[in-house]
């Protein structure tokens, strides 16, 4: 399979402890995108890289969310001292970057995070 | 501030009822648009997209989305659903990253 995957699918934490999920996007993709989907809602957008640069950070990225994509390739997101309200869905898609053109974004099944 | 609303939250048909999805984008510059579709257990697929040109487009399954930039909108359509069409439609905005509308839930009864 070679689409974006991520990892874990679920992850069930404490309030308190810190959290790391990992995104694998395709191959040769150099966009990378994280999402935030909340029950009823439609995905929000918090950051997204082209190759190892982190180039738009939503305000919604509080200082306890940290994403990083040290070689350009995969990229973590680590959220600290985690809160209720960050139980969600996190999503991650990727896509190419042509000067001037869009193209499309294609996801990732998504880290489900659960705070107790 | 850039914003995309979808008029319906959940939508009930009966097989080979038409349909059709609202969709108003808030936003001023040049606009990308799109339909997303999640089926059950599934991730986000692109159904379809306009970035210019003809302003009604053609998507996978037999859905189609018409752009009318004097009303801000773009409605998702399709002549006759099926029950394998019960998912959930997101609409979104690109100017650089996705702006979603928070989602429409159909479910078609066979």
């Known amino acids: 399979d070679t689409g974006v995957s991520q990892d874990p699918r679920h992850k069930i934490t404490k309030r308190g402890q810190n959290v790391t999920f990992r995104c694998d996007p395709i191959s040769e993709h150099n966009r990378l995108y994280w999402y935030r989907q909340t029950l009823g809602q439609g995905p929000e957008f918090l950051t997204y890289f082209q190759n190892e640069a982190q180039l738009e950070k939503s305000r919604l990225l509080s200082d306890r969310f940290s994403a990083e994509r040290p070689k350009g390739s995969f990229s973590t997101l680590e959220i600290q001292r985690t809160e209720q309200g960050d139980s969600a869905m996190y999503l991650c898609?990727?896509?190419?970057?042509?000067?001037?053109?869009?193209?499309?974004?294609?996801f990732g099944p998504g880290t489900r995070l659960t705070v107790l | 501030a850039q914003s995309v609303s979808q008029h319906n939250h959940h939508v009930i048909l009966s097989e080979a009822a038409s349909l059709e999805l609202g969709c108003n984008y808030s936003?001023?510059?040049?606009?990308?648009l799109f339909w997303y579709v999640q089926y059950p257990g599934q991730h986000l697929q692109l159904l379809l997209k306009?970035?210019?040109?003809?302003?009604l487009v053609k998507g996978i399954k037999g859905f189609e989305a018409e752009f009318i930039k004097s009303k801000f909108s773009f409605n998702l359509r399709k002549p006759s659903v099926q029950w394998s069409d019960t998912a959930e439609y997101f609409c979104a905005v690109n100017p650089r990253k996705l702006i979603f509308g928070q989602g429409t839930e159909l479910s078609v009864k066979p």
């Open positions: 936003y001023g510059g040049t606009v990308n």
């Open positions: 306009y970035f210019s040109g003809d302003p």
């Open positions: 898609a990727s896509s190419t970057q042509t000067s001037g053109t869009y193209n499309e974004q294609f």
